[in-house]
RNA sequence: GAGCCGGUAGCUCAGGUGGUAGAGCAACGGCCUUUUAAGCCGUGGGUCGAGGGUUCGAUCCCCUCCCGGCUCACCA
């Protein structure tokens, strides 16, 4: 290692040489493990646990629990602390004459920080002023941290109202050390255990349904399912080009001809485009394919699952996100995607030629890209006129066949496919078709879109000759269904950024 | 990618129209055996995002760059 020590702060300094004195004294700063037996959150809601008043300390039930040390009031001989576990915050109280004098004065009041990892065993009590607190008889280090954490103020006046002061709020600050984000700031641990949950409810519905949950390839030699561009990576042995998939549809539709009645994953899929508040370059769907069925059989589905989903969050069908109250309670709208647009622009566009499309387009002010095709004008009138109004979930249907090679061709709409979108609060949150399954006629929507990229659309579907062997082969009947999990997590979980949603979202390197 | 805003102590922030900076919390030394933003007395801590320019002198002025946030555009 040529890298010179990283310089350190006054604080961290400090905490070295502490853990020096700790080791010097024979304490383990970094032990193997700890027998915990309650977490604060059981002990503050079980009222059996606190000593008797005629109970000696030892007779009464004993508590064994761990965590950080967030807050110290040290007055002389006795001291209280407060200690964060995985579940909440708890009082602990501490004198000299329990513990030991050297243990009180040296381990706990000179060499422990806020920020240390701690357990503690005692008994429960309640303080004079009503607070539940553990009455520590034994203190046991268990991990010192050599840098201090930042430690907001919380403040509760008369009315209850909690005031937090100097939190932690940088926002680089928070998603680079996301770990520090998560011990100061509570609502952020609840923000993520609301996303399992959500995933949870999503996985059990769809079990129940008796549905298969799959994995499929990452790396592909093909990428496709979606429109957009993808992150190209190597194979040393093989010495070929793979792809980070940009959606797993083909390979799960695959799976339907091999037999499944019903297959879902939920799947890290990569696009290689830019970052912005409702995108990461790696993101999650679930994608759900189901044998027999189609689309109008989806949208039922679609409301079952999140009005299920809504439920089991919040107890109830109403969420409130971004200033909105959204009710997922079913049916939801079902409106034709033209109709839509009609609705909003006054403008019918269906059966317009390109020329027709363009010249609407331009009395609408909506700005085209150069070469833009009918089922992309199409999308960007949609996309400024319609899509920001629909705030409760609205089923959009049967678009434009352009846009969508995947899709079977709508049973009595002329240029229209069978899929609809769910918006929600603005936003696309969930894209399904009746599935195409006729491989004549999806091996004529891969060669358009082969002519598409041939005039520079970066973003066609590759052909997929193996995918239309699949298909050769017979194809059930099938819906299929998309939806953003990262998306919905934000609607859920009130997140105005995707970045609140994820752990990890993805950052440039720190500057040095 | 474009526009706007920002980066000062471990954290949250002030400040300065050029003479190397302050507060609260945190830290350090004391006092304090039911406190809870504990309290009281005292102390230390900063290459003011990075590099360059102007200047006797730059944290401040100028230029370039890095990182972030928000908005817009493509996309889920």
């Known amino acids: ?37 309650h977490t604060s959150k059981q002990i503050l809601e079980n009222p059996d646990l606190i000593k008797k008043d005629d109970q000696a300390d030892e007779d009464a039930p004993q508590v064994s629990i761990a965590g950080r040390v967030m807050t110290r009031r040290i007055m002389g001989k006795s001291a209280f602390f407060n200690l964060q576990d995985s579940e909440g915050t708890i009082q602990v ?29 005692g008994h429960v009590f309640v303080t004079g002023t009503g607070e539940t607190t553990v009455f520590a008889k034994e203190f046991t280090f268990l991990s010192k941290a050599l840098r201090p954490i930042p430690i907001p103020k919380e403040v509760e006046d008369e009315e209850g109202n909690v005031k937090v002061y100097d939190a932690f709020s940088d926002k680089e600050q928070r998603y680079r050390q996301r770990y520090l984000d998560l011990i100061v700031n509570p609502e952020v641990r609840d923000v993520f255990r609301q996303r399992t949950r959500m995933v949870q409810a999503m996985r059990d519905f769809m079990n129940d349904k008796g549905y298969l949950e799959v994995e499929t390839p990452i790396l592909q030699p093909i990428y496709g399912g979606a429109s957009a561009r993808p992150f190209v990576t190597h194979h040393n042995a093989l010495d070929m080009q793979l792809y980070l998939r940009i959606a797993n549809e083909l390979y799960l539709k695959r799976l339907i001809v091999g037999g499944y009645d019903g297959v879902y994953e939920f799947s890290k899929d990569f696009r290689n485009e830019g970052l912005s508040r409702f995108h990461n370059p790696e993101f999650t769907q679930v994608e759900l394919y189901v044998a027999y069925k189609d689309y109008n059989w989806m949208m039922d589905f679609v409301e079952a699952l999140l009005e299920h989903v809504a439920i089991e969050l919040h107890g109830t069908t109403k969420v409130t996100t971004g200033g909105h109250e959204i009710d997922f309670k079913r049916p939801w709208p ?31 002010k909506v700005e085209l890209e150069e070469g833009a095709g009918k089922g ?25 066949i352009e846009m969508s090679p995947l899709a079977k061709k709508h049973r009595s709409k ?46 066609a579907m590759a052909l997929d000759e193996d995918y239309l062997r699949a298909l050769e082969f017979g194809m059930p009947p099938t819906a299929g269904l998309g939806i953003g999990i990262d998306r919905l997590a934000m609607i859920m979980t009130n997140s105005t950024s995707i970045r609140d949603v994820l752990f990890f979202p993805q950052m440039k390197p720190e500057a040095n």
Request: a negative charge; aromatic letters at 8%; hydrophobic letters at 35%.
């Open 1 to 37: 290692m040529s890298n010179a020590e990283p310089s350190v702060s006054e604080q961290h300094e400090i905490r070295l040489q502490k853990l020096e004195e700790l080791r010097k004294m024979g304490v383990n700063p970094y032990p193997f493990s700890f027998d915990v037996t």
């Open 93 to 121: 109280y501490i004198r000299r004459d329990d513990i030991g004098t050297e243990e009180y004065n040296t381990v706990f009041k000179k060499l422990t920080d806020i920020g240390d990892v701690v357990g503690i065993k």
């Open 334 to 364: 079902r409106i034709p995607m033209f109709e839509a647009i009609e609705k909003e622009t006054g403008k019918d566009l269906y059966g317009k030629d390109l020329e027709e499309l363009k010249r609407i387009a331009a009395e609408l």
């Open 376 to 400: 992309k004008i199409i999308d960007e009138i949609f996309g400024e006129y319609v899509e920001p109004k629909l705030i409760q979930p609205t089923f959009i249907t049967d678009y434009p």
């Open 414 to 459: 002329e240029g229209l496919v069978e899929r609809f979108e769910c918006i929600c609060n603005g936003k696309e949150i969930a894209n399904a078709f009746s599935e195409l399954n006729d491989p004549i006629d999806q091996r004529e929507r891969f060669e358009e879109q082969a002519r598409l990229r041939s005039e520079g659309d970066e973003e």
